[in-house]
């Protein structure tokens, strides 16, 4: 809010939309009165400053989970008292989910064709009398053919409920996917054996599972592993961003690919190992994208735009080349040359740019990972007037790096 983001305003509507949803829903139910009023400030939040309140009482309210605690009596003269759980109409199953050992992120990057533990946690309220086993099954609109996911089941536990279910399956994804395409969406429902009772089970907590079918070996867009991350992560990024369109994302990440490859490659064979200029850097790296058999002959020369001269562009994405000799940088201090690079983004009716910064300073520290160079500026319109914003990829190749013996 304070350097006035695209996003901001509408974050804060769907914050106190969400609120607002909540106050209604829990007005019936007069044993949650303070998470009630949780929501009613957070509804009311006009200033900045109302914010740390509002965190400090949301901190300190107990959820209202579906689990139940052991009400018997404690101390070594309580009278022992047979177990009564709390029932309720219909039992709630809260799971949760691990890969391999890991929580399972959202979404997930999965390698295909490679088998995978799938755990799964349940924190069962109750158990039916007449149930024999409880099913998890996954259900889902993607291809049959694309996936094999478990099925887990769990004969009638021991004691008192609530009940704590573990268990492992195995997951396995055929195929990989297209750089565009979505996340692959799963979702596990619970159910009772014999079938015919008369009870029905909630699923609740990590139900819905969302995977990317990525193998950087079979599938590589750059070849380097971390850079592959690197670019979904901006391809997910930028997906969300307001009114992008899969066909600019895609020319977008058609010609970010090259120039993040490059970026590994510097480090690697040290390309640039002594400073350039401005022209000579980029005669250079012209040299090195056009020999991407997917840019080639598309790969433009000084194209004018805005007023001014362009370096480089690709179906109308500006990119704009810098040398910087005398400082080391980072993705938090190129923001002097992100205003050039948007307005030729802007005057070119697009959407996507690129700035690619060469950092030939003198190098007394090893680099770090390419991919931390890479990144994603949003550059919001002067003073918010508008909802659609500049979309710059910031890319840093390191030059000049010393030879690693003398580090």
Not at 31 to 50: D, F, N, P, Q, W
Not at 176 to 193: D, G, I, K, M, T
Not at 219 to 241: F, N, Q, S, V, W
Not at 359 to 384: E, F, M, Q
Request: overall charge negative.
């Amino acid at each position: 809010m304070r350097s006035a983001q695209l996003d901001s305003e509408r974050h804060v509507r769907a914050a106190k939309q969400a609120a607002k949803d909540l106050l209604r829903e829990l007005s019936a139910d007069h044993e949650i009165g303070k998470l009630s009023s949780v929501a009613s400030r957070i509804e009311a939040i006009t200033e900045l400053e109302e914010i740390p309140s509002a965190v400090e009482l949301l901190i300190d309210t107990p959820l209202p989970l579906p689990l139940f605690p052991d009400t018997r009596p404690t101390g070594t003269h309580a009278r022992r008292l047979p177990p009564s759980p709390v029932r309720r109409e219909h039992p709630v199953a809260f799971l949760s989910f691990a890969l391999n050992g890991a929580a399972f992120g959202d979404p997930q990057p999965i390698i295909p064709e490679s088998l995978h533990d799938l755990q799964v946690e349940v924190r069962l309220s109750d158990w039916p009398e007449k149930a024999t086993e409880l099913i998890l099954d996954a259900i889902s609109v993607e291809p049959l053919l694309a996936y094999e996911l478990p099925r887990f089941s769990f004969r009638r536990p021991q004691g008192v409920p609530p009940f704590t279910l573990k268990t492992v399956g195995r997951m396995l994804l055929h195929v990989p996917q297209a750089l565009l395409s979505r996340p692959l969406e799963f979702s596990y429902r619970a159910w009772f054996v014999p079938e015919g009772l008369d009870v029905r089970v909630t699923a609740e907590g990590h139900t819905h599972l969302r995977v990317e079918s990525f193998d950087p070996d079979r599938t590589p867009l750059t070849g380097y592993r971390e850079i592959d991350r690197r670019l979904l992560a901006i391809r997910t990024e930028a997906r969300m961003i307001p009114g992008t369109t899969d066909n600019a994302l895609g020319d977008f990440l058609r010609i970010l690919t090259p120039i993040a490859r490059i970026a590994g490659q510097a480090i690697q064979d040290s390309l640039f190992p002594r400073p350039l200029s401005e022209r000579e850097f980029h005669s250079e790296i012209k040299k090195l994208i056009r020999a991407d058999p997917q840019i080639a002959s598309e790969l433009e020369e000084h194209p004018h735009a805005a007023g001014g001269v362009t370096d480089l562009s690709f179906r109308a994405i500006r990119i704009e080349l810098k040398s910087v000799p005398d400082r080391t940088l980072t993705l938090n201090n190129v923001g002097e040359f992100l205003g050039q690079t948007a307005q030729y983004v802007a005057g070119s009716d697009r959407r996507f740019g690129i700035l690619c910064v060469l950092d030939c300073s003198p190098k007394d520290l090893a680099p770090g990972s390419p991919a931390n160079d890479i990144g994603l500026r949003i550059i919001p319109p002067p003073d918010g007037a508008g909802e659609i914003p500049i979309v710059l990829a910031a890319i840093i190749i390191r030059g000049n790096l010393s030879v690693p013996s003398r580090l």
